[in-house]
């Protein structure tokens, strides 16, 4: 399986929508997430899945699927497993899911979205399962299942969780779920710099106009490259003793670990 580039934004769009199937690749987004699932009515799961056959065929995407170890999600995977760049499974509550597409859609990558309690609680479990690419949160799921608010506070150890899960099973940071209101740029920006700072990498969309902020939040700033290089040359000058910059800044190993990670990202973006 190839390694994957972390997408700072993934634009959904309903596999059943001819006109949003059309449009949805010339947005800019990093990957495209044709749904099967929570988008598409019941009555239209068959022709969603011929039409994202179709558009597979020729445009790289990842497709949410239907739920594992469900009728609806073995139909998805005939239909388009190995065609696509990716699949997002969601509502994983288990390894046993997660093996379960695997077994279906070999050497595929699988975004595994962890949206209930269940979810949160057997992460681990999730994340380290050997199939499992990437995590991904959904805090609108979760809030249904809980009977709370998806606001960030009530979300937060649920958010904070899934990071410190995915790192210690050796996997990506995780990416963050979607921000509802279409209108609200503020809200969205806000959100977005929140994942952030506890350690998400990027952020899933619902429509075209919020990619633009989510790019902007997920790419380093040139005064972060700045800092990062600044703190770089001053450990390798200290030759990897504890230091301080010009600036002042107290500078050791874990310093500077964080420093190459954020150089590291920045070239991994894709250019746009």
């Known amino acids: 399986m190839p390694d994957i580039e972390l997408p700072r934004s993934w634009l959904f769009a309903p596999g059943h929508d001819e006109k949003l199937l059309g449009k949805v690749f010339d947005v800019g987004a990093d990957a495209v997430l044709l749904d099967l699932e929570d988008a598409v009515p019941a009555a239209l799961k068959d022709r969603a899945r011929d039409m994202v056959a179709e558009v597979a065929a020729s445009q790289r995407c990842w497709v949410r699927v239907n739920r594992a170890q469900t009728e609806e999600c073995e139909r998805d995977l005939v239909a388009i497993a190995g065609r696509v760049a990716g699949l997002r499974l969601p509502k994983v509550e288990s390894a046993a899911e997660v093996a379960w597409v695997a077994e279906r859609a070999p050497g595929i990558h699988l975004d595994c979205t962890v949206e209930s309690a269940r979810g949160v609680f057997m992460a681990f479990e999730i994340a380290s399962a050997p199939a499992c690419t990437l995590l991904s949160f959904g805090a609108l799921d979760l809030a249904a299942d809980l009977g709370s608010s998806a606001g960030e506070q009530e979300t ?117």
């Open 156 to 272: 937060l150890y649920a958010r904070s969780h899934l990071v410190i899960t995915a790192r210690s099973a050796g996997k990506p940071r995780p990416s963050d779920g979607v921000h509802p209101l279409l209108n609200d740029d503020e809200g969205l920006r806000k959100e977005a710099e929140s994942a952030k700072r506890l350690g998400f990498f990027g952020k899933s969309a619902i429509h075209p106009r919020q990619v633009p902020i989510i790019h902007e939040v997920f790419t380093p700033t040139p005064e972060e490259l700045a800092w990062a290089k600044e703190v770089l040359w001053a450990f390798e000058q200290s030759g990897g003793a504890a230091t301080k910059t010009a600036a002042g800044e107290f500078v050791d190993r874990p310093v500077a670990e964080r420093a190459k990670q954020l150089l590291r990202a920045s070239h991994s973006l894709k250019p746009r």
